[in-house]
């Protein structure tokens, strides 16, 4: 059984830190590109970053470049979040993505609520 179980999510001042966990499993997380999204409320939901299943390939959305970092552990088959200098406007729900290399299959993890709010 496929799973992809996000946690780390939760209330943070402007400014502060985070790191998001998404743990994989039932697939072979070390031939998947793995995404990060977001879906603020009210709003599409987006790409954050995603990284390729070799790692060397790197992908921001414009606004978090600087900010936020990805980073896939193959060993642990989880890849994380962090989110540095957190804004009120980063407040959504983040979702884990796993996409095979040719597109499909795709598996969506549970989502976790961030709130940046003072």
């Known amino acids: 059984q496929v799973q992809l179980v996000e946690s780390g999510g939760g209330l943070v001042q402007p400014g502060g830190s985070l790191r998001l966990s998404c743990a994989a499993s039932g697939f ?3 031939r998947y590109h793995m995404n990060w999204y977001r879906q603020p409320p009210g709003k599409e939901r987006e790409l954050v970053v995603g990284i390729s299943w070799t790692g060397s390939i ?3 959305a414009d606004s978090v470049k ?3 970092t990805i980073i896939r552990d193959n060993a642990k088959s989880t890849v994380y979040l962090q989110m540095n200098s957190l804004k009120p406007e980063d407040t959504a729900v983040y979702f884990c993505n796993a996409v095979a290399p040719y597109g499909l299959p ?3 993890g549970q989502g976790t609520q961030v709130t ?3």
Do not use: D
């Open 28 to 30: 072979t997380f070390n």
């Open 58 to 60: 790197t992908n921001y």
């Open 66 to 68: 600087g900010r936020f």
């Open 106 to 108: 795709v598996y969506w």
């Open 116 to 118: 940046v709010s003072s």
